[in-house]
């Protein structure tokens, strides 16, 4: 089956066009509608990774770029050319399962080799790919071992090597770290970032983590319902999220409602009416104006802790503490403020003795932060 080509994309500077696209995709299973209009591209050498949580509809479109899902609507244009109806071995992509899908009977230097054989390569060409893979993925010494006697970490290296053999231009990964236990975790997401860095292949990630989202990504695909809630690098989506959904999924947080009093044009000074007094804060941006309702999003790590209570000091809230649990280099406290629950990140909590039998302390709202509209 010939790939067809699109007008306008092919006409397009190659350093300029983006090597996936995806343009309104549809997907129904009978009357439930599980993409509704998604739209992306993905630049050459990118990796971009869709999060959101179980059923938001991640995993069925890494599925419908891997053509493994058949599309509802719309198109899948892969450097260039339109692949909606290609099967999964005739486009150029290759994906790693959650559960690595590796053949049991084969040794690794076979797993590897597998999509070589069944694209005919010569035996000779087979054999140096295979060895130039193995290196590549650090199991040179491995090759002749069957698959069954590997960690998990090893697997996954295998699974790895095998999608990367014939040197696909979209690499998926469907959570493949999700079966490692957490410090191997860590360190397979190290080696998968420094392998794709290096080979320069546009990947596309999924997985339900955000934690891991945000260290392996260059760009994060928030995604909800089946729609794209916010695209940006990891800290412009833990910065400055789009909405509370995002605010909220993204990291630990704390809402406040207030409401724009003023605002210094020149200085960018805002003051927020709360119902626990004013708080001063630096707008770091232009989309709310004075008399706006806003919520206030408030990060764990960005609030002081202190032992004083009872001053009148700008942007300090007296509250009362419910818990201090001290590991160390972090300290996780909530202090309740009125009616409303804090959650407050300490690092490097020098005067954990003192806090464990304090009740009542103060809160230090920082001025940066940032401000979600609200609705009228």
Not at 41 to 54: A, H
Not at 199 to 206: D, P, S, Y
Not at 283 to 307: A, F, W, Y
Not at 353 to 376: D, G, M, N, T
């Amino acid at each position: 089956m010939k790939k067809k080509e699109v007008a306008g994309y092919m006409d397009s500077k190659e350093n300029e066009k983006p090597m996936l696209i995806l343009r309104d995709i549809h997907k129904f299973y009978g009357t439930n509608e599980v993409l509704k209009g998604v739209s992306l591209e993905v630049k050459k050498g990118e990796l971009v990774t869709f999060v959101g949580p179980s059923g938001c509809g991640k995993t069925t479109l890494l599925r419908l770029i891997g053509g493994f899902t058949d599309i509802s609507s719309g198109d899948i244009i892969l450097d260039g050319q339109r692949i909606n109806d290609l099967p999964p071995n005739l486009r150029d992509t290759r994906i790693c399962f959650q559960n690595y899908a590796l053949f049991p009977h084969m040794t690794v230097a076979e797993n590897v080799g597998y999509g070589l054989k069944i694209n005919k390569w010569p035996k000779d060409k087979t054999a140096a790919r295979v060895r130039e893979l193995l290196e590549m993925v650090e199991l040179e010494a491995f090759g002749d071992r069957m698959i069954d006697k590997l960690s998990g970490g090893q697997q996954q290296r295998v699974a790895f090597a095998r999608a990367l053999s014939l040197e696909p231009k979209v690499l998926l990964l469907d959570e493949p770290l999700s079966n490692l236990d957490a410090n191997l975790r860590l360190v397979m997401r190290e080696e998968i970032r420094k392998l794709q860095e290096r080979l320069h292949i546009t990947t596309v990630f999924v997985t339900h983590d955000q934690f891991e989202a945000m260290a392996i990504s260059d760009r994060l695909v928030v995604m909800k319902d089946g729609r794209i809630e916010q695209v940006g690098s990891p800290i412009e989506i833990y910065e400055k999220p789009a909405n509370e959904f995002i605010a909220g999924f993204v990291g630990y947080v704390n809402f406040m409602d207030g409401r724009i009093a003023s605002i210094d044009e020149k200085t960018r000074d805002a003051v927020i009416a709360t119902e626990y007094g004013k708080i001063a804060i630096t707008l770091g941006q232009d989309d709310v104006k004075t008399g706006d309702e806003v919520l206030m999003v408030i990060r764990p790590e960005s609030v002081n802790i202190l032992l004083d209570c009872g001053g009148n000091r700008q942007n300090v809230l007296c509250g009362s503490l419910k818990s201090y649990m001290y590991a160390g280099s972090i300290a996780k406290c909530t202090v309740t403020i009125g009616d409303r629950t804090m959650i407050i990140d300490q690092y490097n909590p020098r005067d954990a003795q003192h806090f464990k039998h304090a009740e009542q302390v103060e809160v230090e709202i920082p001025r940066s932060v940032h401000l979600l509209k609200k609705k009228k």
